[in-house]
């Protein structure tokens, strides 16, 4: 039977041993060492944000499928990942950068058109057109892991790291819970007091929305706290029109590297993809 001074040096002991555990325990789910985010402002801003106006000058041209019809791209672990669409064609697909090569491929069954697409939290979201159900993936094998619903069509996609952001062809930009998927803010895109519609294809880039505009070469900069347009990208001429094999192969596809602040381009069957570099445009 255990005195009260045994009790006390058990109960001792006891502390001990749970502090050493609980000191273990803690090494043991340690952190790595703090990274500071990419992409924010821990950098100074890059220097295109001092304009508004904005056009480019094409830095390097990359090898592109001119018969993936784009509708998501985003950069990922040094690989594009890429969605495309059309019934019967519609893909989600890791492509490697340098070569043009699709390195691993998922396709969709037929009734699905496939739309934007992001990376969030190691998981692929990918939109479809009409149906009203998006998709998500493992970013790494690509496994199905779930489906998802939205109200309206699916556009384009991105996210600011918290919600995904999500176009349908109007001025509306809807935020949705990437685990609930319950539908958020609701951001009403103006450009000088007026509606901007056909916002396609997105990127969140540098705390801004980047919007390519349906059947324009121009991607406009939208503030995601108010949806105000801070300014217009001109990509006239980036690709050259006669190259087109239809009538709507036009700009979709905005990608961005946080780390080197590299933004690309492409299109809608284009075989080249465009690294760009945003200049102020001159008035
Ligand atoms: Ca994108």
Redesign the pocket.
Known sequence: MMNRSDGMKFSLRLIVLTMILVSVSCDGQKPAAAQPPVGNGNRPPPEWQAATDLTYEVVAELPHDAEAYTQ???LHDGHWIESTGKNGQTTLRRVDPATGAVVLKKNLVANFFGE?C?VLGGKIYQLSWKNQEGFVYDAASFQWQKNFSYTGEGW?L?NDGTSLIMSNGSNILQFIDPVTFKPGKLLKVEWNGQPLDKLN???FIEGEIFANIWFKEQIARIDPANGRVIGMIDLAGIDKKEKRLEEDNVLN???YDPVTRNIFVTGKCWPKIYQIRLVAAKH
């Open positions: 998501g791209l985003v934007g992001t384009g991105t294809e997105l990127e596809g905005i990608a």
